[in-house]
Structures are given as C-alpha cells and as structure tokens.
C-alpha cells in the first residue's frame, strides 16, 4: 500500500470544484465480500466473484470517491488504481471492468473508442436499468494502464448527468496519466507473512463473522445498510491519511498489523438512524457500530487490545465515519470477554457539529469484538452501548470461531 500512496489522484490533479470524499482499499476477498453484504446484494456467491480476481492476478484496489461540495447533482467521479501481479492482468483489466469495478450481473456494458493513453487504454458506458428497461444511472469510465498497475476514471449518475461528464473524465485520466508516466516501477510483489491464511481462507473467515452480526433490524428507530470488510490494506491505506502520530507512519503501522498483532482481517456492521429519528435533523447522528477483528492468535488480539489511542481510533473510524478523534481511556461500563476496555473522545465537523464517539472493546481468544457509539456531544448513549455490546457479544459467545 505505501507503494501505491504516489498513484493516487493528488490534490492539485482534482477537476475544478471537487474535492475527495473518501478512499477505500479492497483485497480481493474483500471486494467479493462486500459485492453480496452491501445494499443492494450482488445474487452470486461470492467465491463466482473472487475466483475471476485471483485468476487474474489482481493484488488490490484502491479507489479514491470525488464529490462537488454544494452541487450534489453533479455528477460522482471514482478514480481506481489496481495493482496486478504482472502486466498482462493489467492488460486484462482494460477487457473486463469487473477486474476493477464492483459490476453486477444485469448492468448492460458498451465499449467505446478511446484514445492510447500509457501502455493501452479502453472505455466503457455501464449502464442500470430500472423494472421497465430504461436507463436509471450510467456511468461513463476511461480505463488504461502503465505496467502492472491499471487505472479508471469513472463518472456516473443520472444518463444525461453522466454523458455531460464524459470529456471531464477523459481529461482527467489524461492529467493524472502525464504525472504517472514518471513515476518508477513498482517493487516486486512482498510474499504475505507464514501466519497469513490463504485468500479462499480468508473469505472464509470473513463470511463466517458477517454470519455473527447482528439483525438488521436489531434496534428500534435505526436501519443497516450492510457489512463493511477492514482489510489490513484498508487500515494501511487510511493510517498516513486520517491516523495521529505515530500511526501515521507506514512503517509503523505496518510492524504493528503484521508483526505485533499479526491481524487477518475485520468487519463491521453499522446502524444508522431512520431519517425521523436523526438528531440532529438531516444527520447519521446518532450512529451505532459493532463488529470483529481477527487475529492469528491469542497473543497478537492481546496486543492489538492494548494498543496505543491512536491506534484504537483509527480501527474505530473504520465503523463509524467521522473526523479521527483524541481518545480518552474511560472505566468500561461493563466487562466481557477475557478483557475489557473502553475510550471516548470528540470531533468536530466543518459545519460545527460536535459528536462524541466511544468505543467498547474486548477479546475473545484471537478476536477482538467492539461496540461503538456515536452522536452529538451532550446525548446520552451509554445504556445503548451496553446493550449493543451484550447482544453483540451473546451472539459470538453462543458460536464462537474455533480457536487459533
């Protein structure tokens, strides 16, 4: 990941009045996961959808989400970079979107002229169809590719909204494409440490903890949109961006998943409030998380357990979406599993709502299991909290993964 932080879209290669909203990274088994646990679920299995990846030789995405503050007709920009073991998957990309892109099964996908951009390039229209056929959003994508290493630019939206945003799309691949051209080769690939398991393993693992969530409807006046994967190439992505000193640095983080704690993967699963419930009005306040991470072993969750505020906060903005707070360890409310512990802290957002954020946490064997809350500072969640965390932890305790 630290490889691929210069192949990122930089701040001064953004069109005119856009600004990046988020960035997530996707292994493989992450994408596929996350393909069937989100809204609306993609109806293959997800090992149909891992299987075209791995054979692929894909690596990761990173995929990089462009919002125009203030104008939220304009159209949503994606920019995608996709690490391959070796050039010829890269060079598959440009074939198949759905090496780069979540794709489902009924989007209708046309090829479109292109001109060279780097080691070959291509471009397609994707369109969804509503219940009677016609077009309800489309997306219009620039893909190319330098290397091991593909590209796309993706503009989407209403049909009209996307078309207008063709040539805005086509510029900006061109733009980011003249600083990438500089740019060294890439290392070859890092072999995954001897306690990491399998990619099939690990999909697995992941499906086996989405199958210990909790309902949907777990709570009265909130709705889930779904099961989010935290892969350690989300965490190594998001640390130098949005984590304090000293878990900014890669280097750090890096011996820390890997070394330390010896992490597999995680999830959550978050709870937003119906929009009558939202307080304050037209917000996700308050918010409610819950989820795993696992560990190769008992002693790597310990670690991980005790792991610097820092740290804590950036796991737990992760499950709930906000500014990275300055954690405080308080006295737990209550006490589970083998051990316990609980911070608080605040955040501010640009438009000067405070939001109080805590987090319980606690290990079971090599899993760390967690219940976080969020809303604005001075509403009290505590005995949410609590029962979050006992109906989250009664569900694992009553089926417990085997243990490592």
Known sequence: MVALRDYKLQADELPSGYAID??????????AVESTTRQPPDPRPADALLEPLEASGRVVRVRQVLNKPGEPEAAELLFNVVLFRAPEGAESALKDPSLVLFTPP?????????APIGDGASAFQLDTLNEVGEVEDRARAVFWRRGRVAFAVVASGPPVVADAAASLVAELAQRADTRLATLPPLPAPVAAPTWMPPVQARLGLYRALVDRTLPDDAFVGFQSPGVDTIGNAELLNDGPRLAEAPISDPAVLRERLLERERRILGIHKEYLPVPEAADPPDTRFPSLASGYHLYADADGAREALAASAAEIALRMIEAIPVPTPTLGEITPPLRLGEETRALTGRVRFDDGLEVEVTTLRWRRGSVELYADVAAAAGADLGELLVRLAQQHDAVYAANPLPAR
């Open 106 to 114: 009924d989007l209708e996908i046309t090829t479109l002229a292109q």
């Open 22 to 31: 988020s960035e997530q990274a996707f292994g493989n088994e992450a994408q």
